[in-house]
Structure formats: C-alpha cells, structure tokens
C-alpha cells in the first residue's frame, strides 16, 4: 500500500476541495491509500494556541505523518503570489527531516486556488515546489498532452492544480479533472518506487 499525504490549508474551502479531488485521484489506483490532513493557522498573538483537533475538517498534519508517507501533495491558497503562513510554518519545521533525507526521493506535487485569474497561481506552486526540492522530493508536474490542461480557461498549469475563485467557489470541470490526474500521478509514482526498492 502506498499512503499519499494530502497537506493543505484552506481559508474559504477551495483549496480544501482541490484536495479531496486529488483524494479521489489518488485512491482510483489500486493499492494507494489517500490521507487528507489540514494545518492550523497561525497567529501574530504569541499565546494563541490551537486546539490539537481541529474543529471540522481533516485532523492536523503531524511531522510523523509526512516522514512516513509514500508521496506528498501540497496546496495552499495564494497570499501575494506565495504560500499561506499557515502551511509555510508546517514546513519550516522539517528540519530534522532534511537533515535525515527522510523524504528524499519520493514523489511530490503541489496546488493552489487564487481570487483572480492573475492572483499569482504559477509563483505560489513555485514557492511550495522550493521547499520540496531541498528535501530531494521527485516533482511531478502535469503533463501537456493532457487535455484539460490545454483546454482550461481558469485554472491549470503544468506546474500542479490551480483554482479561479473570483466570482465562483466552484471548481470547473477542467480544474476538477487536473486535480484528479495530480492525485492518479502521485499514486502510481509512489507505487513504481516502493516497488522499484523492495
């Protein structure tokens, strides 16, 4: 079984959706199992703490959790033309995990969902591809020859999943199918390289 982590954070629900379609895409292969986990917010007040559980939604992320994943989808809404605080503060406590390469070598890929056509789509999938690199994960990006990539006239890049939200917080049928290709992608390159090492 190949476990791909879905680590999001999702303000307004549309990155949340673009994760739990790429759950779907990831659990159409047999022998992947999908986790969906969210991250807390954060705070300019030091003594706000959250709640180990969040409220609603997919329980929180833990440093355990992504150590022992099999691939990894990342995603976050754009906040000038970069990743959310939230899950930038996920990630700035791998450390340990970079030190040991514990993720080096597996496969990663990574969406996002912006308030206006020109929000800055491209430049947040680069900034969540950034961290993921030094760590020696495999990117996965997706594939030109796809066709609702080529089609789309909201989200979609080659660089991951996107999302318009502008006027609509529904995804398009183009959007939703590229976030499902993601998750298919990430399973079957999880599954090749747990096997390619047995």
């Known amino acids: 079984m190949a476990k791909i982590l879905i680590v999001y954070y999702s303000r307004n629900g549309s990155t949340l959706k673009m994760a739990q379609l790429i759950a779907r895409g990831v659990e159409s292969v047999s022998g992947a199992e999908a986790m969906l986990r969210t991250v807390p917010d954060v705070s300019a007040v030091c003594e706000k703490v959250a709640d180990s559980i969040p409220a609603s939604g997919a329980p929180y992320a833990t440093l355990q959790e992504l150590e022992n994943c099999d691939g990894l989808a990342l995603g976050s809404p754009t906040h000038f033309g970069n990743m959310a605080a939230p899950l930038k503060h996920f990630i700035d406590g791998t450390t340990a995990m970079w030190i040991s390469g514990a993720l080096s070598g597996k496969p990663a890929g990574v969406f996002t969902s912006t308030g206006s056509m020109h929000g800055g789509q491209e430049t947040t999938l680069l900034s969540m591809m950034l961290p993921l690199m030094h760590h ?63």
Not at 139 to 166: D, F, K, Q
Request: proline share 5%; aromatic share 4%.
């Open 136 to 198: 020696g994960m495999l990117m996965l990006s997706l594939p030109c020859n796809e066709i609702a990539l080529r089609e789309t006239v909201s989200g979609g890049t080659p660089y991951g999943p996107s999302h318009r939200s502008e006027t609509d917080s529904e995804l398009t049928e183009h959007e939703k199918r590229l976030c499902w290709v993601l998750g298919e992608r990430l399973a079957k390159a999880a599954l090749a390289l747990k096997c390619s090492r047995v």
